[in-house]
């Protein structure tokens, strides 16, 4: 599923994520977002000369619309951020939720300025090009099933604490035990997804084929797209639903458990993380090409 829109944005969510956490300047990667992205579009693929140059024009458009539109709004959220910090233990779960919520609105605003440029590229593509699409799509689910069965259970939960803890180290220093359980117990307490979402990704690559064929109709194809890539969650079904939100409410829990447990010196390394962030995105978000 990484086309034109999610892989774009998961390049810049990557990107931010590194930057928080190993301190790298933004500027020189992020102009190279369109290049990085494009690489990774054409691993599905293989675009005729004038749709590479238009694909190439439409991703430099869109992050500079990111760039001047959106990173404003991420300055924001790590000004709350830093805010919360500063509050410690007088944080709330509800506020935490709504933190997580503007964040979705990031990815619903990024995927509607994304779609209609999606549907002039994806209406370009040929009857041999779609299927090349197709196929490599169904590969990626074929190689998600051979790592999901040689991956145990164990091994998962292993891995996300390790996740996590990396994370939090790097944001805030060392850990102290208790800030320790408090990951090993949610890493053990998260609902196992990913026979789940491989199953749902099954189902999100029959739905989005259907549309592909509906591509010439730009009207009927976008309103085909955009519950794919904006409301994903519209295809999920109970069972699904069940295992995200209760995954979400466990790591929004164990967010605001560290939070409340920080101590002095961690408040002051995850300050001078996020103001070095906060610092780096007003300059890019400022300065014009």
Same mark, same amino acid.
């Given at each position: 599923?990484?086309?034109?829109?999610?892989?774009?944005?998961?390049?810049?969510?990557?990107?931010?994520?590194?930057?928080?956490?190993?301190?790298?300047?933004?500027?020189?990667?992020?102009?190279?977002?369109?290049?990085?992205?494009?690489?990774?579009?054409?691993?599905?693929?293989?675009?005729?000369?004038?749709?590479?140059?238009?694909?190439?024009?439409?991703?430099?458009?869109?992050? *500079?619309?990111?760039?001047?539109?959106?990173?404003?709004?991420?300055?924001?959220?790590?000004?709350?951020?830093?805010?919360?910090?500063?509050?410690?233990?007088?944080?709330?779960?509800?506020?935490?939720?709504?933190?997580?919520?503007?964040?979705?609105?990031?990815?619903?605003?990024?995927?509607?300025?994304?779609?209609?440029?999606?549907?002039?590229?994806?209406?370009?593509?040929?009857?041999?090009?779609?299927?090349?699409?197709?196929?490599?799509?169904?590969?990626?689910?074929?190689?998600?099933? *051979? *790592?999901?069965?040689?991956?145990?259970?164990?091994?998962? !939960?292993?891995?996300?604490?390790?996740?996590?803890?990396?994370?939090?180290?790097?944001?805030?220093?060392?850990?102290?035990?208790?800030?320790?359980?408090?990951?090993?117990?949610?890493?053990?307490?998260? #609902?196992?997804?990913?026979?789940?979402?491989?199953?749902?990704?099954?189902?999100?690559?029959?739905?989005?084929?259907?549309?592909?064929? !509906?591509?010439?109709?730009?009207?009927?194809?976008?309103?085909?797209?955009?519950?794919?890539?904006?409301?994903?969650?519209?295809?999920?079904?109970?069972?699904?639903?069940?295992? #995200?939100?209760?995954?979400?409410?466990?790591?929004?829990?164990?967010?605001?458990?560290?939070?409340?447990?920080?101590?002095?010196?961690?408040?002051?390394?995850?300050?001078?993380?996020?103001?070095?962030?906060?610092?780096?995105?007003?300059?890019?978000?400022?300065?014009?090409?």
């Amino acid at each position: 599923m990484k086309l034109f829109s999610t892989t774009t944005y998961r390049l810049l969510i990557a990107l931010l994520m590194t930057a928080v956490l190993s301190g790298c300047t933004l500027g020189i990667t992020y102009r190279l977002l369109p290049t990085i992205a494009m690489w990774s579009l054409e691993d599905y693929i293989d675009f005729e000369k004038e749709q590479r140059i238009a694909t190439k024009g439409a991703l430099s458009e869109l992050i *500079e619309w990111h760039r001047y539109q959106e990173l404003p709004r991420y300055v924001e959220l790590l000004q709350t951020l830093s805010q919360f910090i500063d509050r410690g233990d007088a944080v709330t779960l509800t506020e935490l939720e709504g933190f997580s919520n503007q964040i979705q609105a990031s990815w619903r605003r990024f995927m509607n300025r994304a779609l209609p440029q999606s549907v002039d590229i994806l209406s370009s593509l040929s009857d041999d090009q779609i299927t090349e699409l197709r196929e490599n799509l169904a590969d990626d689910i074929i190689e998600e099933r *051979e *790592e999901l069965d040689e991956t145990s259970p164990e091994k998962t !939960q292993a891995k996300r604490l390790k996740m996590l803890t990396k994370q939090a180290v790097k944001l805030m220093g060392k850990l102290s035990p208790e800030q320790e359980q408090i990951i090993k117990d949610w890493s053990v307490a998260l #609902i196992p997804s990913n026979e789940a979402y491989l199953q749902q990704s099954i189902v999100w690559n029959k739905h989005f084929a259907q549309a592909l064929e !509906q591509r010439k109709d730009k009207a009927i194809f976008l309103s085909l797209l955009t519950p794919l890539f904006v409301y994903p969650e519209e295809l999920w079904p109970p069972h699904y639903r069940e295992i #995200i939100e209760s995954n979400r409410s466990l790591t929004t829990e164990v967010m605001l458990q560290l939070l409340h447990s920080m101590n002095e010196k961690q408040k002051t390394k995850a300050h001078n993380r996020l103001n070095d962030l906060i610092d780096d995105l007003n300059k890019l978000s400022q300065i014009k090409p």
